[in-house]
């Protein structure tokens, strides 16, 4: 037995001849553990966060030597005030431990992917498998106002334009909505992907390789996530799915800024960001705050789109149902550029419910114009950023 008091620590053993009471130590506390230490290191935020250090897996290990407390981590950024900032909550954390006296913190900072593109990586995992040229992240802050829609049109307007320019094949769409993917219904997919070895192999339909939880799980199993089985979802996506070799990967993200986006920009270094958001305010207020985040962690952000932007009647005329102009404000507000308004019309839903994109079924539409329109300008932008070390 082991018993900690401010006088050190003594070691009682008990034995069937030795009736001696344990000594009486009035200040009491037990062994810290390397648990202990990860569980306090969870009070030390990730600048910017409301996440922690912990959840964020940035700490590699944890340990107490004697009274010296001994920590490392690991994490990737460009930026020289984060590592120390963290050193230094990190050490007045340790330092309120029961028994801790000194500390010895180790932080390994890895750079960002480039300085020129810094991708928004935070932690130590990062490891974007070469083969991907630009990753691309289609996030909108509100839920329902059809990022997923957005998604499959673009990746299939994405594959037409680059099947055109002699390159099939080489879009890939990541559905990470673990709650409600809905990315295999809408583009058509069904069944379960084959496995070779430790890698899962994408489905692929209308020219776009597609990995969603909805291939895996149940439609009828509830499955309750939390933070660290989140980011290893994501993060098997990333490094264990082959993908191949692929020019763009449309990634689509649940709504909201909580830990699915965290994990993934932490997981996955991002060349960019496209904002989905309907017209009106409860739609782009939340759209400017998704923003926002993107900013904050180096993604650049490629754009807006509106979505629903107006219905088109039998007739012709157009009739603004969600408002006028918040698009175009929120790339305002953001710096950013407004890539194009989708209408509201019900081939697009019928489209998505039926695993037929308008994009493919009626390429010459209006609508499907547009998509590969955004496609364009995705394009156009992403070619003016050089990534070195890709094909
Ligand atoms: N431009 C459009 N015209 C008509 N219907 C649309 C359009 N865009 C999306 N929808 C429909 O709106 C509904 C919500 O779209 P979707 O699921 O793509 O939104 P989402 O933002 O991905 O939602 P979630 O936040 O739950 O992930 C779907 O039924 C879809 O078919
Ligand atoms: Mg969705």
């Known amino acids: 037995m082991i018993v900690a008091g401010r006088q050190g620590i003594s070691i009682y053993t008990p034995s069937p001849h030795n009736n001696v009471k344990p000594p009486f130590v009035p200040n009491f506390y037990p062994t810290v553990t390397p648990d202990d230490i990860k569980e306090a290191l969870k009070q030390v935020k990730y600048p910017g966060f409301s996440r922690d250090i912990v959840s964020f ?25 984060i590592p120390l900032h963290i ?39 990062a490891g974007a498998p070469k083969t991907i040229k630009y990753a691309i992240a289609i996030a909108s802050g509100k839920g329902g106002v059809g990022k997923s829609t957005f998604a499959v049109n673009l990746a299939c307007a994405l594959a037409q334009l680059l099947t055109a320019q002699g ?12 709650y409600g993917p809905s990315v295999p219904l809408m583009i058509g997919l069904d069944g379960r992907p084959q496995v070779e070895g430790d890698n899962l192999i994408p489905m692929e339909k209308h020219g776009v390789k597609v990995m969603s939880m909805g291939f895996l799980v ?9 933070g660290p089985m989140i980011m290893k979802t994501i993060q098997q996506f990333v490094q264990n799915v082959k993908w191949g070799e692929l020019d763009i990967l449309l990634v689509d993200l649940p709504p909201g800024t909580g830990d699915a986006q965290l994990s993934l920009v932490q997981t996955l270094p991002l060349d960019g960001a496209v904002l989905v958001t309907t017209p009106q305010p409860a739609a782009t207020n939340v759209a400017r705050k998704g923003g926002l985040m993107f ?18 009647d039998p007739t012709g005329q157009k009739h603004t149902i969600f408002g006028e102009g918040g698009g175009q404000k929120t790339a305002d507000s953001l710096g950013t550029v407004l890539l194009g308004q989708v209408p509201l019309i019900p081939e697009i839903r019928a489209g998505g419910d039926a695993g037929k994109p308008i994009v493919v079924t009626t390429p010459n539409s209006p609508a499907a114009v547009t998509f590969r329109d955004i496609g364009d300008r995705i394009l156009l932008q992403l070619s003016r950023k050089p990534v070195p070390g890709t094909t």
Do not use: H
Request: net charge positive; charged share 20%; aromatic share 2%.
């Open 57 to 81: 897996g940035l700490v590699r290990s944890a340990a107490l030597v004697g009274d010296t407390a001994k920590v490392s981590l690991a994490l990737t950024t460009s930026d020289p005030k």
């Open 87 to 125: 050193k230094q909550e990190v050490d007045k954390c340790l330092r309120a431990l029961p028994g801790v006296k000194a500390t010895v913190i180790d932080v390994a900072v890895a750079p960002a992917r480039t300085a020129s593109a810094p991708g928004g990586n935070l932690g130590g995992n």
């Open 167 to 178: 390159r099939p094949g080489r879009v890939g769409l990541m559905d990470c909505d673990i």
């Open 218 to 226: 149940d439609d009828n199993t509830p499955v309750v996530w939390r």
């Open 295 to 312: 900013q904050k962690v180096n993604v650049p952000l490629l754009g807006v789109a509106e979505n629903m932007s107006y219905f088109l």
